[in-house]
């Protein structure tokens, strides 16, 4: 008997990590977003994660759900990003890129805009535990993935 695999609806799926619920957004950010600190004007702000193979925590914007929201619904400049730093095992439905035939196992890098692609020549943060060819686009797709 095969299972059928839902498609998830929220963006924490297992695992744990410390979670952050008072960091304002410098930009729109959408949940499952490789998501990075920077200091806009002196405070403390989250943005996508901008260096393409760049170093990053796993830290990745959640779902609105105490606003009633999906996972499509972005966060507004200046609203209070709900994130998450992964720790290690954790298991989250993130963002890849246009383009990009993952297969389970592959290990994911930065793509410097929030989501994430195959490891080229930057460093690992994740690992995909499905596959998903996003290869034709036309738009970004979403991955479960497992963070180191």
Known sequence: MALTKSTPRIIHLAGHGTSINDVPAGAAITP?????????????????????????VPTFALDQRQMNKGIDDAYAAADLVDALVCWPGAVVYAIIASGQNIAAGNFLESAGNGKLRVLAAGKAIAQAVEDVNNSAGPGDARLRVETF
């Open 32 to 56: 499952g977003m490789l998501i990075e600190r920077y200091s806009n004007s002196g405070v403390p702000t989250f943005r996508a994660h901008s260096t393409a193979a760049g170093n990053a």
